[in-house]
Each structure stands twice: as structure tokens, then as C-alpha cells.
């Protein structure tokens, strides 16, 4: 009788009892390097392959649910304590000490999501790639605020001037980045300013008449100043809030008048005035001064002289 021959099995695989073992071990390693490998690279991405840049230069990577969150990043040089307002919002800022690059993100969709910790990283890179703050933000479940605020200095010693970005991570994938810029101090774009002194302007007309810098102290006596505006499309702000601060021989201030100006009105003119009547205003050198973010911008002075 011809024996017969069991069939080969695969190259590597036996059938008797410690090659059924040696195969339930292959198995295990197989199903644990999957679950490994799904970890690291989810089969899912809850986020659109392809950003959309918005109106204000944020770039998105949308979420792929009509509800997901989503966000917008805005720059500015200050921050209020207790408002925690930004104001000076632009994406070019000055190299210089003791000033700081604030990042607000807000969230958009966060309301939906309030029953669920959520884990951001914001990550700031500089001109060379690399990453030089990363900060980690964990907001818990019931908290409901909807902006998240990040801010890192811009010392000439500490920064380099070029293009930086900042990058937004909701558990640690990325939903938001834009970019911003820091030049070195006498590079930056400045507000422009320019005082007049004036004496009246035609009602009909509208031209200043009297203009001048030296003024006679007199009854009834007003002494008028316009503040010509320019470059305000520098800041991203809906109103820019100016004052002009009036001060005396003795370098005191005795007046100030705030004004809010959009940067987007054609006319960018502040208009203030004060008495020069004998008795509120004595002989000598007096200065006007123009302060926006509470930064001096120009200032001009003026002379008094006694009535004759």
C-alpha cells in the first residue's frame, strides 16, 4: 500500500501543537502592531485635507462635522487686564523690549461641546521653522469660555525679525494657523500726525484762519488745534482710541479729550480747543500732545503771551 503523504503546509507554518502556538503568537504581535499603527495614524481624520484661508488671513482645516469646532486666531500688541480686550490688532509688530505678540483664538462651535474636556496646544514658530513656545491649554468640561489666549515676547534679544507663525492643535491635530511678522523698530509703519494751532474757522468756507504757534491771552480768547490723521489702515482695530492731552508752562496736564476714530473713515481729523481768557490761562510755553494705545505719536507746543 502506497503511504500516504499529509500535504505541506505554508513555509514556516507547522501544524503540530507548538507550531499552532508559535501561529497564535504571530497573531497577537499582528493585532497589537494594528492597534499601534491605528493609534498613530487614525483611519479617520476629522479635519478637510484641504485649509480655506478666511478674510482675516487665519487659515482653517475645517472640520468634516457641520458642528465641529473651529477657529480664528487675531494678533494684537496689548491686551486688557480686566477687559481682556485686544486692541492694536495688526500682523506686523516692532522688535522691541518689554512688548509681547497676544494671540486670541476664538472658538468657534465651543458652546456644543461644553460637557467635554478639550486639550489645545499652541504652538509659535519662528522664521527658521522651528518651534519656540509651545504652550498647553485644557479646558474642562462646564467651562464656557470661548476664547483662549497665548502671547509671547518680542525682545529684540529674544525674537528674530521675519515671518512667524503660530499653529492651533485640538487634540493634537491641527485646526488653525496663521501667520504674522516683526521687523526691527525704524522699519515699522507708523501712525502719522500733524497738529495745526488756529485762531477761528470760516462757518461757510471751513478754513482756518489765525493759524499760528504763539497766541495773545485775551477775553473770550479760544485757541482751536486739528489733528490731521494718516496710515491708520495699519491697525485691524474697529475704532483706534486717540487722546489729546493739553499741558502748561508747568508741564502739568489741565486738559484731555478722548476720541475713538474707525480706521476705515476717509477723513481721519480730531478737532479740540481750549479758552485762553486771563483768568484760566498764564503767560508761557504750553504743549499739545496726541497719545493712541496711550503710545505718544506727536506733539507740538504752543506760546502764550499776556494780553497787551
Request: with cysteine.
Amino acid at each position: 500500500m502506497t503511504d500516504m503523504q499529509i500535504p505541506p503546509t505554508l513555509k514556516g507554518l507547522n501544524m503540530n501543537n507548538d507550531g499552532m502556538k508559535n501561529t497564535l503568537t504571530y497573531t497577537i504581535w499582528i493585532l497589537f502592531i494594528a492597534i499601534i499603527l491605528v493609534m498613530i495614524f487614525p483611519s479617520c481624520s476629522e479635519r478637510a485635507t484641504e485649509p480655506v484661508i478666511m478674510p482675516d488671513s487665519t487659515i482653517v482645516y475645517p472640520s468634516v462635522k457641520p458642528d465641529g469646532i473651529s477657529a480664528k486666531i487675531t494678533y494684537s500688541r496689548n491686551l486688557g487686564q480686566k477687559s481682556v480686550r485686544q486692541s492694536a490688532i495688526s500682523t506686523f509688530f516692532a522688535l522691541k523690549e518689554d512688548d509681547n505678540v497676544y494671540a486670541g483664538i476664538e472658538l468657534m462651535n465651543r458652546l456644543i461641546y461644553i460637557g467635554r474636556d478639550l486639550m489645545f496646544h499652541i504652538d509659535w514658530i519662528g522664521p527658521d521653522g522651528r518651534s519656540f513656545y509651545l504652550k498647553r491649554i485644557d479646558l474642562a468640561a462646564g467651562d464656557s469660555a470661548a476664547t483662549i489666549f497665548s502671547s509671547v515676547s518680542v525682545a529684540p534679544g529674544k525674537r528674530q525679525a521675519g515671518e512667524h507663525l503660530m499653529r492651533v492643535y485640538l487634540f493634537r491635530e491641527l485646526i488653525a494657523e496663521k501667520r504674522f511678522y516683526l521687523l526691527p523698530e525704524p522699519e515699522m509703519e507708523k501712525v502719522s500726525a500733524n497738529i495745526i494751532f488756529y485762531k477761528s474757522m470760516d462757518k461757510e468756507t471751513g478754513e482756518m484762519k489765525g493759524i499760528d504757534t504763539v497766541f495773545e491771552i485775551k477775553k473770550k480768547g479760544i485757541l482751536r488745534a486739528q489733528v490731521d490723521l494718516s496710515r491708520l489702515h495699519i491697525y485691524q482695530d474697529e475704532e483706534l482710541p486717540f487722546r489729546l492731552e493739553w499741558y502748561g508752562p508747568d508741564g502739568e496736564s489741565f486738559y484731555s479729550k478722548r476720541s475713538e476714530i474707525k480706521p476705515s473713515d476717509a477723513l481721519s481729523v480730531i478737532n479740540g480747543s481750549i479758552s485762553i481768557t486771563p483768568d484760566k490761562r498764564l503767560p508761557g510755553t504750553y504743549f499739545l500732545r496726541v497719545f493712541l494705545f496711550d503710545d505718544l505719536i506727536v506733539e507740538k507746543k504752543f506760546v502764550l503771551l499776556p494780553a497787551e
